[in-house]
Nanobody, 123 residues
Framework: QVQLVESGGGSVQSGGSLRLSCAAS????????MGWFRQAPGKEREGVAT???????RYADSVKGRFTISQDNGKNMLYLQMNSLKPEDTAMYYC?????????????????WGQGTQVTVSS
């Protein structure tokens, strides 16, 4: 049974940092592309960070230079380090997985989703 469990969300002031984690289980982690998404109230879900097949990373323009995605294949863990947080980063953050190599696409169909972890940034 595939499970993605996010943690690390919380409430911080503008300029603060948080590190999100996503624990994956129930599948061969290295065979799946992982990504971070977020959804703010009243807005559509958007891609935040993912990987490209050459191992590089891709970020939404709004988080470039502030967020860093990483993963530990040996521990089946995905991370999102978020620095210099802004109120507009407030959202529910989700990790997601889809089979195959990463292409850097946020529009690709991700098969598995976690339950989300809330990030709230106050000004």
């Amino acid at each position: 049974q595939v499970q993605l469990v996010e943690s690390g969300g919380g409430s911080v002031q503008s300029g603060g940092s948080l590190r999100l984690s996503c624990a994956a289980s129930g599948y061969t982690y290295s065979r799946y592309c992982m990504g971070w998404f977020r959804q703010a109230p009243g807005k559509e879900r958007e891609g935040v960070a993912t990987f490209v097949s050459d191992g590089s990373t891709r970020y939404a323009d709004s988080v470039k230079g502030r967020f860093t995605i990483s993963q530990d294949n040996g521990k089946n863990m995905l991370y999102l380090q978020m620095n210099s947080l802004k109120p507009e980063d407030t959202a529910m953050y989700y990790c997601a997985a889809r089979y195959g190599y990463c292409s850097g696409s946020f529009s690709a169909r991700y098969t598995y989703w976690g339950q989300g972890t809330q990030v709230t940034v106050s000004s």
